[in-house]
């Protein structure tokens, strides 16, 4: 037997519905809020990602999938979707060509990164961007896809939590801030740390060392250091969490690990979640468009971690399947009638079943408990001259003759289908 690669999972039967529900959701609420879908490749060129998502952040400097085509070009499989999405947005002129530019995403990622629960090297991404809107209502309407994506999917105990990065005018103001509070202290932290602090000092934030950690606290907040339209902008996006009752809570370290972010950055979390308990995260990004070539457009957007919403998903919210019909055949004449009938009810919409390697007639009906069939279509010699079928409904036994120009209707009717 040859594994699956380490990280990497199939998804079964059994799971599948539940990642079918979340899907379906996600969908049909990125659509009513005036989302349209992209899908863009899985690989893109590698300078794709190390100039959008950052040479300074662990994904490019340690968890892409790289290599070198055929051709001599380096590609990489797409670690995150928001720099592929600004490609498709700028190479197809997308804020001409659609009416408004919110667009969503669905599919796999892939980061080399240390497995666990909740954390694969494959996994799947819902990716929500909106494109060239600077106004905090855009903010606070993203977090509300966010809110209402888990509200929809019934997800216990989750909590939004925000901050603003400031801009490219008042960053440099906060970092210098860092550094000088960091002053002497720099050299006990660890050696992440002593890297950060030279290539991007916002993401001390982001150490877990339990050592740092009374180092790290004392450090300046960003939301001291904001420029006067980054402090408004901030204010308006609170002020419109606030008019929708969203909950939020700010956190000054929650810088995010990507090079992007300016302004609004929020996570959020769900407490039964276990160590990685960022169900999704995001953040704006005003001169991403810009830096990939494009004009000088805002963006922001989220990215949601599906394993972790089917993982965090109660039980009950797993999607029913259609109720399933078994075609129950008991001779040669009767077999062909059953092929027709089993064609015609698959046509109106139902799911239907039928054992095609001939077998007994007892074993076909024990076919039809394994498949957990909800009713059962009996065509026998005598059904045939008389032109029925008999309809049994597993569950109460009971059974009945039904003409055989009703089945479709009668077995609809039998199982509350319309
Ligand atoms: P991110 O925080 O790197 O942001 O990932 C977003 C979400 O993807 C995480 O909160 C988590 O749920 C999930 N995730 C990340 N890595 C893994 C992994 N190895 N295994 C399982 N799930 C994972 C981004 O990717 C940004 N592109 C989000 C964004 C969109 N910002 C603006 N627009």
Not at 29 to 42: A, D, Q, S
Not at 185 to 191: A, I, V
């Amino acid at each position: 037997m040859i594994p699956a690669v380490r990280g990497t999972h199939d998804i079964l039967p059994g799971q599948v519905e539940r990642w079918q529900r979340v899907e379906r959701i996600a969908r049909s609420l990125c659509e009513r809020y005036g989302y349209v879908e992209v899908r863009t490749p899985i690989i893109e060129r590698e300078e794709l990602f190390s100039k959008g998502t950052g040479e300074t952040t662990d994904i490019v400097q340690k968890e892409m999938y790289s290599f070198t085509d055929k051709g001599g070009e380096r590609i990489t499989l797409r670690p995150e979707a928001t720099p592929s999405m600004v490609r498709a947005y700028v190479e197809h002129s997308l804020e001409h060509a659609l009416p408004s530019t919110k667009l969503y995403a669905m599919g796999p990622m892939f980061r080399y990164e240390r497995p666990q629960k909740g954390r694969y090297r494959q996994f799947h991404q819902l990716d929500v961007e909106v494109f060239g809107l600077s106004d905090p209502a855009v903010d606070a309407e993203v977090i509300d896809v966010a809110w209402s994506l888990l509200e929809a999917l019934q997800i216990p105990e989750i909590e939004v939590v925000i901050n603003s990065v400031g801009c490219a005018a008042c960053r440099p103001t906060f970092q210098a801030a860092l550094l000088a509070a960091l002053g002497d202290d720099l050299p006990k932290l660890c050696q992440d740390c002593q890297r950060r602090a030279v290539t991007n000092p916002l993401r001390i934030y982001d150490c877990k060392v339990p050592a740092d950690q009374p180092i790290i606290d004392r450090l300046p907040h960003s939301v001291d250091y904001l420029c006067e339209s980054c402090a408004a902008h901030y204010a308006g996006v609170k002020q419109h969490l606030d008019l929708w009752g969203l909950p939020w809570r700010e956190s000054h370290r929650l810088v995010r690990g990507l090079d992007y972010y300016t302004r609004t950055t929020f996570e959020i979390l769900g407490r039964t979640l276990g160590a990685q308990n960022a169900l999704l995260g995001g953040g704006r990004y005003d001169g991403l468009v810009k830096a990939l070539g494009g004009p000088d457009r805002t963006g922001i957007g989220f990215a949601a971690g599906m394993e972790r919403l089917v993982m965090a998903m109660p039980e009950q919210a797993a999607d029913e399947t259609l109720p399933k019909i078994a075609v129950v055949a008991a001779g040669e004449d009767a077999r062909n009638e059953a092929l027709r009938l089993l064609r015609e009810l698959r046509r109106a919409g139902l799911s239907a079943h039928m054992e095609l390697e001939a077998r007994s007639l007892k074993a076909q009906m024990k076919r039809a408990d394994r498949v957990a069939a909800r009713a059962v279509v009996i065509i026998g010699a005598d059904e045939l001259a008389r032109g029925e079928v008999t309809l049994r409904l597993m569950q109460s036994s009971e059974q009945r003759a039904v003409a055989r120009a009703e089945v479709v209707p009668a077995v609809k009717a039998a199982l509350g289908l319309s």
